[in-house]
């Protein structure tokens, strides 16, 4: 097979990792093509990379660039449109997390990439942490027993990246869909994937954290494609039961009175319990503590190796046929749980998820 021909759409923060990934993967394949509505920053990742096919038009750069894959990197209220157009033209796409704005979008994306025979992967980048390696080899072997709980944090104290991830109409929603989502995924993951059953949620808006001038604190304030709202949650926690008796409970937040930002990832069964870290630990009844610290996990896990990974991977699957880790199915069944927590939020009651 010759090289396979990628395509980007969304030029922003992220999809400098994923060419990080692409380019580490040049011996299989080029990225020819790139689009984003936003023509400066379209331009300066043209001239970054050397890419001269640059659209401001997905359909565009979809109908004359014959391209066989494509990664989705826009923000999220254009990942079903740009995914699903992707898929109907013949091509492969990684689409970054959250899957969609909502499991409706998520299940027609999953539905073109049936239809067309493509992989859909979802970026779950944490899944190829070597942590994430260590704590699913531990439970796979059943050293971990049955896994019946996982306690999953993502917390910043004043870190909403501000734009359009503080305005639903662009996020679909706060520190939930976008920071909870990763550590949901992965306690998922690694509790095998059980099917999300229903959720009781509550999310807050508490703290404004503005400057002195009253313009939120954020990391990014980018105006581009439109005048961003900021009317996102700053915290959310939610307690989510499986069909397989599996119990989950997430917190995240963009702002919130703590010490620092922190995050933990925690999964216990009937044998042991494990917190994943550099290097992951696990507790057991019989009074045991170690650490997860094979030899095969001594491999590089920041930001650019974890995205390298990632699309080392889904290269792999585009290219040999290789069954795809991070399914179009676990992209919705994250987006059911994601879902389920915020009407439980506005309702008040417990949200069951429909099949
Ligand atoms: N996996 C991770 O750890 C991780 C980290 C950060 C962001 N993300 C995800 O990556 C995505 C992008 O986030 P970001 O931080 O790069 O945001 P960003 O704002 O830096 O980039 C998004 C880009 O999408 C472009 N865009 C919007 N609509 C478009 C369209 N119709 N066609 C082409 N381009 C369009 C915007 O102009 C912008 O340049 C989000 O879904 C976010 O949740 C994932």
Not at 176 to 189: F, K, N, P
Not at 232 to 242: K, L, S
Not at 316 to 340: Q, S, Y
Request: proline share 3%.
């Amino acid at each position: 097979m010759s090289k396979i021909r990628v395509g980007i759409i969304g030029t922003g923060g992220i999809s400098h990792f994923h060419m990080h990934g692409y380019l580490a993967q040049s011996d299989n394949c080029e990225v020819v093509a790139a689009c984003d509505i936003n023509e400066p920053k379209l331009k300066a990742f043209g001239e970054q990379y050397g890419i001269t096919k640059l659209y401001t038009d997905y359909n565009e750069m979809l109908a004359k660039e014959n391209l066989d894959a494509v990664s989705v990197t826009t923000w999220n209220s254009v990942h079903c449109p740009a995914t699903v157009a992707a898929l109907n033209a013949g091509a492969n796409v990684l689409c970054e997390k959250p899957m969609a704005m909502n499991t409706q979008e998520a299940l027609q994306m999953e539905e073109a990439a049936k239809k067309n025979g493509k992989v859909l992967q979802i970026g779950f980048v944490r899944r190829y942490g070597m942590d994430a390696h260590a704590a699913k080899d531990f439970i796979d072997s059943g050293a971990a027993g049955d896994i019946y709980f996982a306690n999953v944090s993502y917390l910043r104290r004043n870190g909403c990246p501000g734009g359009w991830f503080g305005d639903k109409r662009y996020s679909g929603g706060g520190p939930l869909i976008d920071l909870g989502v990763h550590v949901m995924d992965l306690a998922r993951y690694l509790a095998g994937r059980p099917k999300p059953v229903a959720a009781y949620g509550v999310t807050f808006r508490n703290i404004s954290a503005t400057d002195d001038d009253g313009t939120p604190k954020a990391w990014t304030i980018d105006t581009s494609g439109g005048e961003f709202e900021r009317n996102v949650e700053d915290f959310a926690t939610g307690f989510i039961r499986f069909d397989n008796g599996f119990v989950m409970h997430v917190s995240a937040s963009f702002t919130l009175n703590i010490k620092q930002d922190h995050g933990d990832v925690e999964i216990f069964g009937t044998k042991a319990g494990i917190k994943l870290g550099a290097p992951s630990e696990y507790y057991t009844s019989d009074g045991k503590n170690g650490v997860l610290d094979d030899e095969k996990y001594n491999k590089p896990s920041g930001f650019n190796d974890i995205f390298d990974y990632q699309v080392a991977h889904f290269i792999d699957c585009v290219k040999n046929g290789t069954p795809c880790i991070a399914p179009a199915e676990d992209g919705v069944a994250l987006m059911r749980m994601i879902d389920a927590i915020y009407e439980s939020a506005r309702t008040g009651k417990e949200a069951i998820i429909e099949y």
